[in-house]
């Protein structure tokens, strides 16, 4: 069986995973120990407990500041990397194979989901999977209920509006909403109305 080390080095890199291949196989025994966690993790009612078991899930040590109301859903769970004093609500969803990384004081809603996996166009290699990372930075607040793609890159300060589809990259303090996702602000212009 594959180390998981290997494995989050050739997710990194963005080669497709061939079905039924090692690294696919690996697939299915980290979603076993994921559910077995969040199982447990969506149990839980005391805060340190919640973020105890949220980072024995990643496998990274635990942050200042982290905080997650459950319940909380992961088919992996070993490729998410977060910074300090993020927030995660209620029933969001993390397909992490591929990647996701989550800056400093990141805030996400209610039923975020994000995906880092795309099956294959090819319908005679459909089973085949197309990993690409989602790299989150610091300071943003994605509203309930949004989708983020695989590849997706959400820069420094950016809001991405309740419900929106992101399809592409956001720049930093940018303000997306709608479906798919599109900039319709600046964060500093609103900051400025909100004095």
Not at 26 to 42: K, M, P, S
Not at 162 to 167: E, P, S, Y
């Amino acid at each position: 069986m594959m180390q998981l080390e290997t494995f989050k080095a050739r997710m990194s890199l963005g080669e497709r995973v061939t079905a039924g291949s090692e690294e696919h196989e690996l697939f299915h025994v980290l979603a076993l120990e994921a559910r077995r966690i969040t199982a447990r993790l969506n149990a839980a009612t005391e805060p340190e407990d919640i973020g105890r078991l949220f980072f024995e899930l990643t496998g990274k040590p635990e942050r200042a500041g982290f905080s997650l109301f459950p319940p909380f859903y992961t088919d992996c769970g070993k490729n998410i990397t977060v910074g300090e004093r993020v927030f995660i609500n209620a029933c969001c969803c993390f397909q992490d194979q591929g990647g996701i990384e989550i800056g400093d004081d990141v805030l996400i809603g209610h039923g975020v989901y994000i995906a880092t996996l795309d099956h294959s166009f090819d319908p005679d290699r459909r089973g085949d999977m197309l990993p690409a990372k989602v790299k989150i930075g610091d300071k943003v607040w994605i509203g309930s209920g949004a989708r983020i793609v695989p590849g997706v890159t959400i820069g420094y300060g950016a809001v991405i509006g309740m419900g929106a589809v992101v399809t592409r990259d956001v720049p930093a303090y940018a303000i997306a909403a709608g479906v798919p996702a599109r900039v319709i602000g600046d964060v500093r212009e609103r900051m400025r109305r909100e004095k």
